[in-house]
């Protein structure tokens, strides 16, 4: 089954229930000038406002596309109005293209559906970087150095979740939303034990400790 992981710049995203059709699974999500807080399990699509809370939607574009994470997504632009100079700028700022506002769940469903009609998950981030570090988000292999390295799939996904955002302070509850385990797990302190195993495969391979404790906070990946 596909699944599209759609996120809004608005609360709608909180309030929509998820889509099923065919092959197709649609969720839906909202995120804030950070973007996205959990890992991006196949193809993302972000609908941008043109005026957000904290920054423009031209902005929210541009740091999408400079976030490796996030770089692959297909980016609408949700205009106030259909403004020639506005559609340009949009365009510019890294959208794929743009529709009137407001949204509501059937626009952005007829949209989805028009995009992906007989397509694959071409918009999802396959490859992360990180230094010498690469992971191939398709086929849950990790690299360093050329040389695979031995991880469960649960473990990659934990490593993937700290490459998206390197050099970051992680909070326990960060990482288990970020899982998407929150309704799972009962004792943050779970989290200790993932990176525990983690840390042990990693040494393994010969990566060494990247992953760094903030005692009381969370955790750092320390990779260039």
């Known amino acids: 089954m596909r699944a599209i992981n ?80 506005d559609r340009r700028r949009a365009l510019d700022a890294g959208a794929d293209n743009y529709m009137i506002g407001p949204v509501d769940r059937t626009a952005i469903l007829d949209h989805i559906l028009a995009l992906h009609a007989g397509q ?44 998206e955002r390197p050099n970051q302070l992680l909070t326990r509850r960060e990482v288990i939303e970020g899982l998407g385990k929150l309704d799972q797990v009962a004792d943050e302190r779970t989290v200790d034990v993932w990176v525990k195993r983690l840390r042990r495969s990693l040494k393994e391979a010969g990566v060494g400790n990247p992953l760094r404790t903030v005692h009381g906070k969370g955790y750092v990946l320390d990779l260039p």
């Open 120 to 163: 694959p998950n071409r918009h999802s981030a396959a490859i992360v970087t990180l230094g010498e570090l690469s992971l191939d988000t398709a086929s849950f292999l990790a690299r360093w150095r050329g040389k695979s390295i031995d991880l469960r799939s649960n473990q990659f996904r934990l490593l993937r979740f700290f490459a």
């Open 6 to 85: 759609v996120f809004l710049t608005n609360s709608l995203g909180d309030s929509l229930n998820e889509f099923e059709h065919d092959d197709l699974r649609v969720s839906f999500a909202s995120m804030g000038s950070d973007g996205p807080r959990q890992l991006i399990d196949g193809t993302m699509l972000a609908f941008v406002d043109w005026v957000m809370p904290d920054i423009s939607g031209l902005e929210m574009c541009r740091r999408l596309r400079a976030n490796p994470a996030t770089r692959g997504a297909h980016i609408t632009m949700v205009l106030d109005r259909d403004d020639t100079e």
